[in-house]
Structures are given as structure tokens and as C-alpha cells.
């Protein structure tokens, strides 16, 4: 079955960087685009980052844009986000999750907890 | 950006009763909305794209609907396992994607 397993979350300082990781398995990894979408402690869903299925093309929110760096390697079933000068607003879950190309998600891991202290 | 506006915030139903959830799009996302569901410390689950299609596995007692900029989400039953927090996300003009701030359907 679809399996996304995120790691690489944890407490960090103001200012320091930090990378992500997403671990695909039970699908064909290379088909589908992928995304990083978080979730601030008791608040809503916002989307990160996304990179296409061949890694070709990527997008950023407004917010991470300049500071977040998504990437995957095909050949590991893998995706990353590298998260650079992070701030206090950068704290909150994160999720990957897949995406056929049509702009939903049809699968979410878990979540990895990152947590901004000064 | 596209504001997506729930509502209502909290939404108090009686299990077996029938519950109507709105999304309104700043600007129109034609049928280009899925719908969402999230329990406590679970991740998000996909219920509806395309406004109206039934995700995989997902009941028939959840349907969509709606095009443009109003959207409406209904159980038509609801059960103990229904009460959760919905979320709408559009994804017609993109980046970014964009999603409600969610409603939260609690028991009655």
C-alpha cells in the first residue's frame, strides 16, 4: 500500500537550517509530483513547496520562497526539503504528500514536527 | 492569491443528522476543489475532487458540489467517526495552493 514517511524534523535555532525528508513507498514514485504542506500547532493547512514528478520544475509559497529548497531523488524513492533561516513562523508539521499532477493530494504521511526556538 | 473562506467556523450536528459544510473562492476555481478531513493527530485525508468526485474508498454518505467560487460539502448521515475538522484547498491558480481555514463539525 502507499506508504510516506517524513523524518529529519526537530528543535532548531532561529536562523539555522534543517532538511526534511519524505521516504515513498507502494506506488511508483517518478509518476506523481510531491509536495510539502504544514501545519502550525492547533492551526490549518498551508502549502510549502512542490517539485514535479521529474524534478524539472518547482514552486514555493510566497513564505519559503528564497529560504526552502525542495528536492527528490528518483532512484531513492525520496524527497527532501532543505529549510534554511528558519524563523519562529516556520514552526509546525510537516507533511508530504503525493500528487497525480491534477493538484490534489491524494496520499499525506504522517507529519515531522520542526520546532523553532530562540 | 485565492482566499478560501469557510464556513461555518464550528459546526454542531446530531449523529445520524445531516450536515452542510460552504467554501467560498475569492475568485473563481471553476471545479478545480477538493475537500479534506482531518481527526485529532491524524493526517489529512482526500474525500472530494473536482468539486464532486468521491476519492477512493470514501462513503457515499459525503458528497460535493458546487462550481466557480461557492462550494458546498454534505453528509448526508452523519456518523461517530464523521466529526472531524473539514478543509476545502483549490488548486486552479497555483502557486500556491490554497486552503480553507477549515470547519469544525462537532457533535451535537
Known amino acids: 500500500q502507499v506508504q510516506l514517511v517524513e523524518s529529519g524534523g526537530g528543535v532548531v535555532q532561529t536562523g539555522r537550517s534543517l532538511r526534511l525528508s519524505c521516504a515513498a513507498s507502494g506506488f511508483t514514485f517518478s509518476d506523481y509530483g510531491m509536495h510539502w504542506v504544514r501545519q502550525a500547532p492547533g492551526e490549518g493547512l498551508e502549502w510549502v513547496a512542490v517539485v514535479w514528478h521529474d524534478g524539472g520544475s518547482k514552486y514555493y509559497a510566497e513564505s519559503v520562497k528564497g529560504r526552502f529548497t525542495i528536492s527528490r531523488d528518483n532512484s531513492k524513492n525520496t524527497m527532501y526539503l532543505q529549510m534554511t533561516s528558519l524563523r519562529a513562523d516556520d514552526a509546525a508539521l510537516y507533511y508530504c504528500a503525493r500528487d497525480i499532477s491534477s493538484g490534489w493530494f491524494d496520499s499525506w504521511g504522517q507529519g515531522t514536527l520542526v520546532t523553532v526556538s530562540s | 492569491e485565492i482566499v478560501m473562506t469557510q464556513s461555518p467556523v464550528t459546526l454542531s450536528v446530531s449523529p445520524g443528522e445531516r450536515a452542510t459544510l460552504s467554501c467560498r473562492a475569492s475568485?473563481?476555481?471553476?471545479?478545480?476543489l477538493a475537500w479534506y478531513q482531518q481527526k485529532p493527530g491524524q493526517a489529512p485525508r482526500l474525500l472530494i475532487y473536482?468539486?464532486?468526485t468521491r476519492a477512493t474508498g470514501i462513503p457515499a454518505r459525503f458528497s460535493g458540489s458546487g462550481s466557480g467560487t461557492e462550494f458546498t460539502l454534505t453528509i448526508s448521515s452523519l456518523q461517530s467517526e464523521d466529526f472531524a475538522v473539514y478543509y476545502c484547498?483549490?488548486?486552479?491558480?497555483?502557486?500556491?495552493?490554497?486552503f480553507g481555514r477549515g470547519t469544525k463539525l462537532e457533535i451535537k
Open positions: 473536482g468539486a464532486s
Open positions: 475568485q473563481s476555481v471553476s471545479s478545480k
Open positions: 484547498q483549490q488548486y486552479n491558480n497555483w502557486p500556491p495552493y490554497t
